[in-house]
């Protein structure tokens, strides 16, 4: 499939953007995402063709746009998992409402 | 930092949001025994200060300081990388291209992000930025002059762009005057940019 992110020799999209002394990571949340990618990979959750699959061609191509780097990899993980049968999207929601009335 | 707002953040993030969407997914494999806590931290860990650039440049100065892991680096990359220690993710197979005077390479993945984690360790932003992926494959020199390396014209641009399993890592050349600097004192010298290509040393 053609996607968005097959983008070498694309026209116009200006200079490089570089930052000086950039961190490894941006956020703490950042880290807690690329933890998580690292160890249900190695846990054998999925493989990193899989991996790459969902975060490129498989996402929703709008959010192939606009969606942070990490942000991919989150929905990448959840996309995966939840087809492996590890985990479910109504288990997501309900700890992601419980976790946000203890946050208030 | 660039284009993003707090915490690094896209602008149109909500950074609670997303940080609770992460607790939610982290909590339930937690409590599943899908990963462990101390295996979270130690993977944080290693990446943020054990695996990163300062890898790859000891497998530069031994090469600049040893003719036959030299040829074997050039040969056979992975293998010689790995008597270094340095194997694992994003390491399977790593394909390492020399400089010259008249040969100048430079790597990217124009698909993704993909880098040898393992020397290297995670990539810069800019490398996974869309203009980056763009551009570098199709006017290397004009993106290579914004990093303030203006090549020769007769010095030939090699880019690498790397595929589902290769990754690639430059071997930069000596820099001039450091003749009589052991292989520690070298590997000081050579920087992340130079073994991506986007800088001499």
Redesign the interface.
């Known amino acids: 499939m053609n996607g968005l992110?097959?983008?070498?020799?694309?026209?116009g999209?200006?200079?490089?953007?570089?930052?000086a002394d950039?961190p490894?990571?941006?956020?703490?949340?950042?880290?807690?995402?690329?933890?998580?990618m690292?160890?249900?990979?190695?846990?054998g959750?999925f493989n990193?063709?899989e991996f790459?699959h969902a975060?490129?061609e498989r996402l929703d191509q709008s959010q192939y746009l606009?969606?942070?780097?990490y942000?991919r990899w989150?929905q990448g993980?959840?996309m995966l998992?939840i087809e492996k049968g590890?985990?479910t999207q109504d288990?997501?929601k309900n700890?992601?409402e419980k976790?946000?009335k203890e946050?208030g | 930092m660039s284009n993003t707002g707090r915490n690094g953040q896209p602008h149109d993030t909500e950074p609670k949001d997303i940080d609770l969407r992460i607790k939610a997914l982290e909590s339930i494999l937690l409590d599943k025994g899908l990963v462990d806590a101390q295996g979270l931290n130690e993977i944080i860990e290693t990446y943020e200060n054990r695996i990163g650039p300062h890898n790859g440049a000891q497998i530069v100065a031994r090469a600049w300081t040893k003719s036959d892991y030299k040829k074997w680096l050039l040969n056979d990359g992975t293998a010689a990388i790995a008597s270094l220690g340095f194997t694992g993710i994003e390491g399977a197979d790593v394909v390492v291209v020399e400089n010259t005077p008249n040969v100048h390479n430079v790597i990217v993945c124009t698909l993704c992000s993909c880098y040898p984690w393992p020397i290297l360790g995670l990539p810069p932003r800019w490398y996974k930025s869309a203009a980056y992926r763009a551009r570098v494959v199709m006017e290397p020199r004009s993106v290579l002059a914004e990093f303030g390396l203006v090549l020769e014209e007769q010095c030939e641009v090699r880019v690498w762009d790397s595929t589902a399993e290769v990754r690639y890592m430059v071997l930069p050349e000596r820099p001039p005057g450091s003749e009589g600097l052991d292989e520690k004192s070298l590997a000081e010298l050579v920087t992340r940019d130079s073994m991506i290509g986007v800088a001499r040393l």
Do not use: C
């Open positions: 992110h097959d983008i070498g020799g694309m026209q999209l200006g200079p490089v953007p570089r930052e950039e490894v990571f941006h956020a703490e949340w950042e880290k807690r995402v690329f933890a998580l690292v160890s249900t990979l190695g846990g959750a990193a063709g790459r975060v490129n606009t969606l942070d780097y942000e989150i993980i959840e998992l590890l985990i288990e997501l700890r992601f976790l946000s946050v």
